[in-house]
């Protein structure tokens, strides 16, 4: 049996997201079928519906930031009831036998076709021929009525959190929670956040609430106001007063710079062992003055989303602590003007689609 599905799609690198039908199978066992209410727009749905990455399979729906309820469930489901309030991130499924998986690290998935990517299918294509371990060579993401998922990539979403609000917790959220929990951030540190969008919101938020002391970097004084107000400084990016300043500063910097950026400009600010981490830019980077990390012992560093163990965390973390993203609902009709926003920068902070405004494409289709 198959549920009759709708979303949005993008055919080829330069089209626009158009509305399209299409099935999903049934739950099967161990599977919960969700109603999706709120999608977040993450701007890896920008870079993927667009090729950004040159890796993307056709027709793209994007969405990896879902939160919904569950409406039906496979035999054997025993994480997952009728009527949970779940959400699904980045992934939803990986080999569960590599090193990576076993350490519940799926993220880091080194079977032969990495993890099931919640849109796009595997990270790792398929072998033109022969197929691939999760039998298909695409997937399509949140932004769409209805998903089916394996039980154990489905989380659970606090009553407390604000529903719509809770959705980009699931990409953004995690994504930054990660790397302050693996470099240990704690209270008292010093973290910089480069970069102030959808992924710099929660960091901020989050490394706040870690109770570190926090500095956005951004490149839009307008947002000056809307860090402090979260209780962090800010600094223009590129101003070289304030740099002098804050010179072997930093514990960590996370930089959620979409593009490629130098790096130089901020090893001078790490102290002493202090790191580096960028989570922004998925492409080659310039180089570094190696001596300016030889000196101080510093590293640079990257980091991939965060495991499911840790997107129930970040979850859960986020609820205890009364945070959660600032968001802008929005009908879907509106992703392709949404995309044009968040390219420019205007978003604050993060888009998220109000799944309703399929239904009626859903009754036409
Ligand atoms: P947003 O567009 O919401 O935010 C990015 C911010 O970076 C902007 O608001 C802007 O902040 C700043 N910025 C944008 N362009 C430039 C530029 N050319 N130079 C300097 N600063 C710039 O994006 P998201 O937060 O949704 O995503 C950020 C990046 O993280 C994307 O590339 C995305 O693909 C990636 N990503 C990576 C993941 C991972 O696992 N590593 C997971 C999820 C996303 P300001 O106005 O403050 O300067
Ligand atoms: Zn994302």
Redesign the pocket.
């Known amino acids: 049996m198959t549920i009759k599905a709708i979303g949005y799609a993008a055919n080829h690198s330069f089209s626009r997201l158009k509305p399209l039908a299409f099935e999903r199978e049934d739950a099967g066992p161990g599977e919960v079928e969700i109603e999706i209410l709120y999608c977040g727009v ?3 749905d920008v ?1 993927q519906a667009e090729n950004d990455w040159g890796n993307t399979v056709y027709p793209c729906m994007p969405g990896h930031e879902i939160v919904g309820r569950v409406t039906r469930t496979g035999t054997g489901v025993t994480l997952h009831a009728v009527g949970d309030l779940v959400g699904v991130g ?1 992934m939803i499924d990986s080999c569960r036998e590599c090193a990576p998986c076993e350490a519940h690290e799926e993220q880091y998935c080194e079977g032969p076709n990495s993890w099931l990517a919640t849109y796009n299918g595997p990270m790792v294509p398929a072998a033109k021929a022969g197929g691939n371990m999760y039998g298909r060579d695409n997937s399509y993401g949140g932004y769409s009525n209805v998903v089916v998922v394996k039980e154990d990539f489905v989380l659970k979403v606090p009553a407390t959190l604000p529903i719509e609000a809770a959705a980009p917790i699931l ?2 959220g995690v ?1 930054t929670y990660s790397p302050l929990r693996h470099w240990g951030v704690k209270p008292g540190h010093k973290v910089g956040v480069v ?6 919101d929660m960091a901020v938020k989050l490394a706040r609430a870690m109770g570190a002391e926090v500095t ?1 970097f ?3 004084p307008e ?1 000056a106001d809307a860090a402090r107000a979260l209780g962090a400084a800010a600094v223009l ?1 590129g101003d070289k007063q304030a740099y002098k300043t804050l010179e072997r500063h930093f514990d960590l910097i996370l930089s ?4 490629k ?1 130098r790096v130089d400009p901020f090893v001078p600010l790490l102290a002493h062992g202090a790191t580096f981490v960028a ?4 492409t080659p980077m310039p180089g570094w003055n190696h001596q300016a990390l030889v000196m101080g012992r510093k590293s640079i560093a ?4 965060g495991s499911i163990a840790e997107t129930q965390d970040v979850l859960d973390f986020c609820a205890e602590h009364g945070i959660a993203p600032d968001v802008e609902v929005i009908p879907i009709q509106q992703v392709n003007e949404a995309y044009k926003k ?1 390219k420019a ?1 205007e ?1 604050r ?2 888009y998220v689609i109000d799944i309703a405004s399929l239904k009626p494409e859903l009754e036409e289709a």
């Open positions: 993450c701007h890896s870079h980045c990409c953004a994504t970069g102030f969008g959808g992924l710099g956005v951004t490149t839009t947002k990016e959620t710079i979409p593009e950026h989570v922004g830019a998925l990257g980091s991939l989303i968040m920068g978003v902070f993060r």
